[in-house]
C-alpha cells in the first residue's frame, strides 16, 4: 500500500485504483487467507512474514486475526481462521478439532523450523554474581533473597501467563524447593518483571521461553533443573524435570487446506529459524517498526530463503 | 463527563441518596457495636482454628461444577452445525460482520480495488461536524471537528473510526432492544420491577472478560463479537435510567392526562416518554460511554479499533505506543459525552420554543454546502481522502516513554516501599483473617455483619452469594479477591475524603481535577498496567493500584457532592460560632455528607471489584486470574466461568451488605 502510493505519488483516486486492479489481475487469483496473530512478538513475525510474500508473492489476501489460541481454534471451523502459523503444543485442543478424535475441522501442517525453549531463568546480573543459582540444588540457599512481598519467607517464583504450559508448583514441591509460585498473568508483566530485576540488580526467578525478542535486550540465563525424560511430564502432579524442547508447528483448517491454492502450498512449505524469528521479533519490538514492515524488511533480505517456501 | 463504567443501582437512583439535612446520629449507633463484636469474636476463633476448612484447591484441581460447566461449552462446540439456537447467532454474527465491514469500507478502510475508503477523512469530518452543529450547537460543532483532526494527527484514523462504528452499532442495537424494555421496567409492577433490576445487577457486575468466551463461541470473533459483547455490557444502563425516568413521571400529571378518558398507549407516547426524555438522553449518554469501554476489551476477541492498538502495545511492553491510542479513546469519549449531553440540553430548549426553528433550518443548509465541497475532495484527491503520516504519534509516544522512565527511576524506591508497607500491614494480616479462617467461620461472620448492618434485607441475599460461593468451588479464590478489594476501598476512600473535601471547598482544585478523573474512568486499564508494573512489581498491590486508578474518580466526586450539598446556612452558623477549618470539616460537613460517604465507599467497592480481572494480569491472583486462565486455555473453561460468576455473586453481597448499612445510616 504505501508502496503504491509513493511511486504514485500525486495522481488521482482513480489512477490508483486502476493501477490495483491491474496488479490484482496479475498476480491472478490467490484468494483469502484467515491469519489468526496469537498475542506474542514472535508469532507476529512468523505471521506477518507469512503474510507479507502471500500478500506482495502471490497475490492473495490476508486477514491478520488477533486471537488467543483457544478462540483461534475455534474459528477453524468456521471458516473465521485458516492458520495458526506457530502453535506451541495444545493436546486438549487437538483432541476436540484433529480428525482422530475430535470434529476434524483443523489439521497438523508440520513443523515451522523454530524449537520452543521453555525453562527458568534469572536475569544475568545473577547469574554472574551468584552462579549457583544455575543449578536448582543450590536454590534454596538462596530463598530468602528471592522472597517479596508476595511469599512472606519462602521465595518466589514468577509463574507465567495462564495460557503458557506450565508445572512450576508441582516441580517446586516435588524438588522440596523453598518456593512459592506467584503467577505473573501476562506475558507483559514476567517482561517488565525480569527488566525490572536486571536494572534495578534484583533477586527473580521465573518461567521464561525463547524464541523471544527480550533476549536481544537481556540474556536471561537458564536454571538447570533435572533433565527431561520421556514421560516425565505425563502426570502434572508427579512432574519433576525440565521442560522439553518443543518443535513448534503451523495448524491448519481442514476446509482450507482441501480447496488448496497458492496460499495453502505458501503456509506448508513455511520453515524458518530461531535466529531468523527473533530478527523480525526485534524489529518490531526493539526498532518500534510495524510488522508489516518488519516483515517486508527481512523478506527484501533474504528472498532465497523465502524463494523455498514459493509453490513451484 | 459521567461514568464510563456500570451505572451501578444506587447512582442511577439519585432521588434514593439520602436527604443531607438531618440530626446527627451519635458516632458509633449500636449497630455498629454488633458488627465490632462479631469481627472481635471472628478473630478470636480465627486465633484457634486458622489453616482448617479453608477449601483452597491445589494446583489444577477441579471440581465437578467446573467439569459441567465446561461440559457445557464442549457441547455447544460439538453441535455447532446442527444446533439451530447456534445457527441463528451466527446469522445475527454475520449480519453485524457484514454490516460492520461496508461501514468500515466506507469511510475507514480502503474498499479495494480503490486505495482508499469510499469517503475520505475530509468528507468523515465534514459530515461529523455538520452532524455535530445540526444536534448540539457549534460549540460542539467545534468540538467534533477537532476530535476527528486529533485521530488523523496522531496516525490513528482507521484505529478510532472502527471503535466508533462499533461503538455505533452497538448502542444502535441496545437502543433498539433497550427502550421497549426501559418502559416495561417503568411501567411494570413491583415483581416485574425487582426480577429485572436483579438480573441488571448481575449483568453488571459480570466482569467484561467473562462475556467474552462465550460470545466469541456463539457469535464468532471480529467485528461480530465485539459488537455482540459491546451491546451486553452497553444495555443495562440505558434500560435502567430510561425505566427510572419513565417510572418517576409524576403521579399528578398522569392522573390529570388519564381523567381525559386516554389510553394505556397514548398515556405512555404522549406522556411519559416525553417526560421522561432528558433521562432517556442520560441513559442513551451512559450506554454510549459504557460501549465505547468494552470496544476496547473486545479488541481480545479481534474487535476492531483502537483497542487493538492499545493491546499491541502490551506486547512489546511500550507504555509510550498504549498511551496514545488509549488518550485517543479518551478523548471520543468526551467528545461523545459533551455531545449527548449538550444535544439534550438543546432539543429541551427546542422544544420549550426556545430555538429560532427558521433560522436554525437556514443556517444547517448553509453549513451544507461546504460539507458536500468537502465529501466530493475526498472522493477525488489522495490528500483529502488519506491523511499524511505526520511522526506525531511516535514522537508523543517516546516523549511518554521517556517521562515514565524517568518517573520509574526517581520514585520506584518509594513506591516499593509504599507498597511492602501496605501489604504488612493491611494486606496479609486481612488475607490471613479471610482466606485462612475456615469457610464456616467466614460465613457465619459475613450472614452476621449482615444482618446487624442491613437487617433481612441484606441477609438474605447474602445467603444466597455465600451459598453460590460455595457452590462454584472457588471459595478461598473468592476470599484472596475480597481482601484486595477492601483493601483497595480503603485506599480509595483515603483519596475520596482528601481530593473530595478539598474540591468541594476550593472551585479551582475543582476545575483542575475534573478532567483527570474522566480520564481516570475512560483510559483503558491496559495503558497504565506496564507503569503501574515497573512501579509495583508483579503483586497484588498492582491490582489494587490499578482498581484505585478506576475506582477512586467515582468515589472523590461522590464526596464532592456530598460535601458541596451541606447549606450555606448551616455552615454559616458553624462559622458564628468560630470554629476552625479543621472543625468545619470534620463535624459538620463530614457528618452531613455520611450518605454520600456510604455511598461512596459501596461504589468504590464495586468498581474495585470490577477491575478483579485486571489484577489477574498483574500477578493478583485471586478469581481475577481464574477468569483470565479460563478465557486462554480450553480445558479450563469451566473454570473460568465459575470464577466469572463468583465475582458477579462477591460483588452482589457486598452490594447488598453496603446498601443495607446505608439505608440504615441515612435514616
Known amino acids: 500500500m504505501a508502496l503504491v502510493l509513493t511511486a504514485c505519488g500525486e495522481s488521482s483516486i482513480d489512477d490508483e485504483t486502476e493501477a490495483n486492479e491491474s496488479q490484482a489481475a496479475e498476480l491472478g487469483d490467490c484468494g483469502e487467507i484467515n491469519m489468526a496473530v496469537n498475542p506474542w512478538v514472535g508469532y507476529e513475525a512468523s505471521a506477518y512474514v507469512v503474510g507479507h510474500v502471500a500478500e506482495e508473492q502471490l497475490g492473495c489476501k490476508v486477514n491478520y486475526k488477533d486471537i488467543k489460541e483457544d478462540v483461534a481454534w475455534q474459528g477453524f471451523g468456521t471458516g473465521e481462521v485458516d492458520v495458526i502459523i506457530e502453535d506451541w503444543g495444545h493436546p486438549d485442543l487437538e483432541k476436540k478439532f484433529f480428525a482422530e478424535q475430535g470434529d476434524g475441522s483443523a489439521m497438523d501442517l508440520g513443523p515451522q523450523g523454530n524449537v520452543g525453549i521453555i525453562g527458568w531463568f534469572v536475569p544475568p546480573w545473577l547469574a554472574e554474581e551468584h552462579p549457583e543459582v544455575l543449578d536448582y540444588k543450590n536454590l534454596n540457599d538462596f530463598a530468602e533473597e528471592f522472597a517479596t512481598s508476595e511469599t512472606g519467607d519462602k521465595g518466589q517464583f514468577l509463574g507465567a501467563d495462564p495460557s503458557y504450559v506450565q508445572f512450576d508448583e508441582a516441580i517446586i514441591s516435588n524438588l522440596g524447593l523453598d518456593f512459592e509460585v506467584v503467577f505473573s498473568g501476562s506475558e507483559a508483566a514476567s517482561i517488565t518483571a525480569f527488566q525490572q530485576a536486571e536494572e534495578n540488580k534484583e533477586f527473580l526467578i521465573g518461567y521464561f521461553y525463547e524464541p523471544q525478542w527480550l533476549f536481544a535486550e537481556i540474556p536471561l540465563e537458564r536454571v538447570a533443573l533435572p533433565p527431561y525424560e520421556e514421560g516425565c511430564q505425563d502426570d502434572p502432579a508427579e512432574v519433576d524435570c525440565d521442560y522439553p524442547e518443543t518443535v513448534l508447528k503451523k495448524i491448519g483448517s481442514t476446509s482450507w487446506v482441501e480447496e488448496g491454492g497458492p496460499g495453502v502450498e505458501l503456509v506448508q512449505n513455511f520453515e524458518w529459524t530461531n535466529d531468523d524469528q527473533n530478527t523480525v521479533a526485534k524489529y518490531i519490538s526493539e526498532d518500534g517498526m510495524s510488522p508489516e514492515d518488519a516483515a517486508a524488511q527481512w523478506v527484501e533480505d533474504n528472498q532465497d530463503v523465502v524463494d523455498a517456501w514459493l509453490p513451484q | ?667
Not at chain 2, 166 to 178: C, D, K, P, R, Y
Not at chain 2, 191 to 212: C, E, G, K, N, R
Not at chain 2, 279 to 293: C, D, F, H, K, P
Open chain 2, 1 to 667: 463527563m459521567s461514568t464510563l463504567a456500570p451505572e451501578r443501582p444506587d447512582a442511577a437512583e439519585p432521588e434514593e441518596r439520602p436527604p443531607v439535612e438531618k440530626p446527627r446520629p451519635p458516632l458509633l449507633s449500636s449497630r455498629w457495636l454488633w458488627a465490632l463484636g462479631i469481627i472481635g469474636l471472628w478473630i478470636v476463633i480465627w486465633a484457634v482454628t486458622k489453616g482448617n476448612d479453608t477449601l483452597e484447591l491445589a494446583g489444577r484441581e477441579r471440581t465437578s461444577v467446573h467439569d459441567a460447566l465446561a461440559g457445557f461449552r464442549d457441547d455447544v462446540l460439538a453441535s455447532r452445525d446442527s444446533n439451530p439456537i447456534i445457527q441463528l447467532t451466527y446469522e445475527i454474527g454475520g449480519w453485524f460482520n457484514s454490516f460492520v465491514d461496508w461501514l468500515q469500507r466506507m469511510i475507514s478502510v480502503e474498499n479495494f480495488p480503490r486505495p482508499v475508503p469510499e469517503v475520505g477523512w475530509l468528507g468523515v469530518t465534514a459530515v461529523a461536524t455538520w452532524i455535530g452543529l445540526a444536534i448540539a450547537g457549534w460549540r460542539i460543532a467545534i468540538l467534533v471537528a477537532l476530535s476527528f483532526l486529533s485521530f488523523g494527527v496522531f496516525d490513528y484514523w482507521s484505529g478510532a473510526i472502527d471503535l466508533l462504528i462499533v461503538t455505533f452499532v452497538a448502542v444502535g442495537v441496545s437502543v433498539l432492544i433497550g427502550l421497549p424494555l426501559a418502559v416495561l421496567l417503568g411501567t411494570g409492577n413491583r415483581v416485574v420491577h425487582s426480577v429485572m433490576t436483579t438480573a441488571l445487577d448481575i449483568f453488571q457486575t459480570m466482569p467484561t472478560f467473562v462475556y467474552l468466551a462465550p460470545v466469541a463461541l456463539f457469535f464468532g470473533i471480529g467485528a461480530s463479537g465485539a459488537v455482540v459483547c459491546t451491546l451486553l455490557y452497553a444495555l443495562p444502563p440505558i434500560i435502567r435510567v430510561a425505566g427510572h425516568g419513565i417510572r418517576t413521571v409524576s403521579e399528578t400529571t398522569i392522573e390529570a392526562t388519564d381523567s381525559a378518558g386516554q389510553t394505556r398507549w397514548q398515556r405512555l407516547t404522549k406522556v411519559q416518554l416525553p417526560m421522561a426524555r432528558r433521562t432517556i438522553v442520560v441513559g442513551l449518554n451512559q450506554t454510549i460511554l459504557a460501549a465505547l469501554s468494552m470496544a476496547t476489551i473486545a479488541a481480545f476477541i479481534d474487535g476492531p479499533g483502537a483497542g487493538q492498538d492499545v493491546l499491541d502495545s502490551l506486547k512489546t511492553v511500550d507504555t509510550g505506543g498504549g498511551f496514545v491510542p488509549g488518550a485517543l479513546i479518551v478523548v471520543i469519549a468526551i467528545m461523545l459525552d459533551r455531545t449527548t449531553t449538550a444535544a439534550s440540553e438543546y432539543s429541551e430548549r427546542a422544544a420549550r420554543g426556545g430555538v429560532d426553528l427558521r433560522r436554525r433550518r437556514i443556517v444547517l443548509a448553509v453549513a451544507a454546502v461546504p460539507v458536500i465541497v468537502c465529501l466530493y475532495l475526498s472522493r477525488q484527491y489522495p490528500w483529502a481522502a488519506e491523511f499524511e503520516e505526520t511522526g506525531w504519534r511516535t514522537r508523543l509516544a517516546d516523549l511518554v516513554n521517556d517521562f515514565f522512565d524517568w518517573f520509574t527511576d526517581v520514585f520506584r524506591d518509594v513506591t516499593q516501599g509504599f507498597k511492602d508497607l501496605i501489604s504488612a500491614v493491611l494486606l496479609n494480616p486481612l488475607e490471613s483473617l479471610l482466606a485462612e479462617s475456615p469457610w464456616w467461620l467466614v460465613a457465619a461472620a459475613l450472614l452476621g455483619l449482615a444482618f446487624v448492618l442491613g437487617g433481612l434485607r441484606a441477609l438474605l441475599p447474602t445467603v444466597v452469594c455465600v451459598a453460590g460461593l460455595l457452590y462454584f468451588g472457588l471459595w478461598n479464590d473468592a476470599m484472596i479477591t475480597l481482601n484486595m478489594t477492601l483493601v483497595g476501598t480503603v485506599l480509595v476512600m483515603v483519596l475520596a475524603l482528601v481530593f473530595g473535601v478539598w474540591m468541594a471547598r476550593s472551585p479551582k482544585m475543582d476545575l483542575v481535577l475534573r478532567p483527570l478523573l474522566d480520564t481516570g474512568q475512560t483510559i483503558p486499564p491496559f495503558v497504565y498496567m506496564i507503569p503501574v508494573l515497573a512501579l509495583f512489581g508483579t503483586t497484588r498491590f498492582s491490582a489494587i493500584v490499578a482498581g484505585v486508578v478506576y475506582a477512586a474518580p467515582v468515589a472523590i466526586k461522590l464526596v464532592a457532592d456530598g460535601v458541596k450539598g451541606v447549606s450555606a446556612s448551616t455552615l454559616e452558623a458553624t462559622r458564628s460560632t468560630g470554629s476552625t477549618t479543621w472543625q468545619e470539616i470534620t463535624k459538620v460537613q463530614l457528618p452531613m455528607a455520611r450518605g454520600h460517604l456510604v455511598l461512596a465507599a459501596n461504589q468504590g467497592l464495586l468498581y474495585v471489584l470490577a477491575m478483579a480481572v485486571i489484577g489477574g494480569l498483574v500477578g493478583a491472583g485471586g478469581l481475577g486470574y481464574d477468569v483470565v486462565l479460563g478465557f486462554a486455555r480450553s480445558e479450563e473453561w469451566g473454570f473460568g466461568a465459575a470464577a466469572g460468576i463468583s465475582i458477579v455473586l462477591l460483588g452482589i453481597m457486598v452490594d447488598r451488605i453496603a446498601r443495607g448499612a446505608a439505608d440504615k445510616t441515612s435514616r
